[in-house]
Nanobody
Framework: QVQVVESGGGLVQAGGSLRLSCAASGRYFSSYAMAWFRRAPGKEREFVAGITRSGGTTYYADSVKGRFNISRDNTKNTVYLQMYSLKAEDTAVYYC???????????WGQGTQVTVSS
């Protein structure tokens, strides 16, 4: 199983940008589709973006489409989430996982906090 460590979160003003990183351990990282999820205060965890094993196909929640970009570097066992035009409603703890469906995730990393001030 792939273990992950998320980083790159922080405090940013509305309209700003951040890039999140997800460093994965394990020999078979390139065998997994990867995804970012987030949990906002008082809300359920939700899907944000996903990417196939090769990186050839990406998926986005409607709420972030056109503002966020997911990518991966299989040589570095790392997945990225570039976030532009951040909004207050993007404030959440962001998690990555080796599954496009959170129901298939057996364990979660610690996440990284993103706070957008308006």
């Amino acid at each position: 199983q792939v273990q992950v460590v998320e980083s790159g979160g922080g405090l940013v003003q509305a309209g700003g940008s951040l890039r999140l990183s997800c460093a994965a351990s394990g020999r078979y990282f390139s065998s997994y589709a990867m995804a970012w999820f987030r949990r906002a205060p008082g809300k359920e965890r939700e899907f944000v973006a996903g990417i196939t094993r090769s990186g050839g196909t990406t998926y986005y929640a409607d709420s972030v489409k056109g503002r966020f970009n997911i990518s991966r570097d299989n040589t570095k066992n790392t997945v990225y989430l570039q976030m532009y035009s951040l909004k207050a409603e993007d404030t959440a703890v962001y998690y990555c996982a080796p599954n496009l469906n959170q129901r298939g995730v057996s364990s979660w990393g610690q996440g990284t906090q993103v706070t957008v001030s308006s």
